[in-house]
């Protein structure tokens, strides 16, 4: 599949940095703007999490590791509701 310049255009808007991620995400209250996705354990969880911990981590901005890590002890995993609805979602998406 190819995509025409204005359309990679707007893909490439679509990204947000880990910087523009964490205020949404934190500063704002946003934590729906990150979202789940299947992990290989088969667990639902919020992995766009790990990877800004791990990036701020690199970055040895552990004021921003405190907090995220505070956010992922209670939004890290999808709680039984959300797992189940997902992997309805999931089944409904491989028919």
């Given at each position: 599949?190819?995509?025409?310049?204005?359309?990679?255009?707007?893909?490439?808007?679509s990204f947000r940095s880990y910087d523009e991620s964490y205020k949404i995400i934190v500063e704002e209250g946003?934590?729906?703007?990150?979202?789940?996705?299947?992990?290989?354990d088969g667990v639902w969880k919020?992995?766009?999490l790990q990877w800004m911990l791990e990036f701020f981590l690199e970055k040895e901005d552990y004021e921003k590791c405190s907090r995220l890590?505070?956010?992922m002890n209670?939004?890290?995993f999808a709680d039984y509701k959300k797992q189940e609805d997902?992997?309805?979602?999931?089944?409904?998406?491989q028919k």
């Open positions: 599949m190819s995509l025409d310049k204005d359309s990679l255009v707007e893909v490439a808007k946003d934590i729906d703007a990150c979202l789940f996705c299947l992990d290989g919020r992995a766009e890590q505070t956010i209670e939004h890290y997902l992997n309805k979602k999931l089944r409904e998406n």
